[in-house]
């Protein structure tokens, strides 16, 4: 069963910039994602999507709120995806997870665990 694994959350300033990385604990990315995504959660919110990137063709997609300043992408030779945040914000403070689109499925089915990114003003 594939797992992913979130990484590179942290504490910082507003205007800083952080990376959040994904990797599969088994498995290849290309071999079983139609679509890799970035979510996330701030405390008393619903979830929200992020950024979304399909694996096939690499067609990428953002929420509006992160328009112009994260960006997705993927590194194939090392089975990981990104995400790279710039001019953080306070309202941007919220745990980010990372989820898998399966083969087959329609929606987001497998999940990380989440990383915690919070920013100070």
């Known amino acids: 069963q594939v797992k992913l694994v979130e990484s590179g959350g942290g504490l910082v300033q507003a205007g800083d910039s952080l990376r959040l990385s994904c990797a599969p604990s088994g498995g290849t990315f290309k071999n079983y994602a139609v679509a890799m995504g970035w979510f996330r959660q701030a405390t008393g919110k619903e979830r929200e999507f992020v950024a979304s990137l399909r694996w096939a063709d690499g067609n990428i997609g953002y929420g509006d709120s992160v328009k112009d300043r994260f960006a997705i992408s993927r590194d194939i030779g090392e089975n990981a995806l990104y995400l790279q945040m710039n001019m953080l914000r306070p309202e941007d403070t919220a745990v980010y997870y990372c989820?898998?689109?399966?083969?087959?499925?329609?929606?987001?089915?497998?999940w990380g665990q989440g990383t915690q990114v919070t920013v100070s003003s």
């Open positions: 989820a898998a689109q399966l083969l087959g499925a329609d929606s987001y089915g497998v």
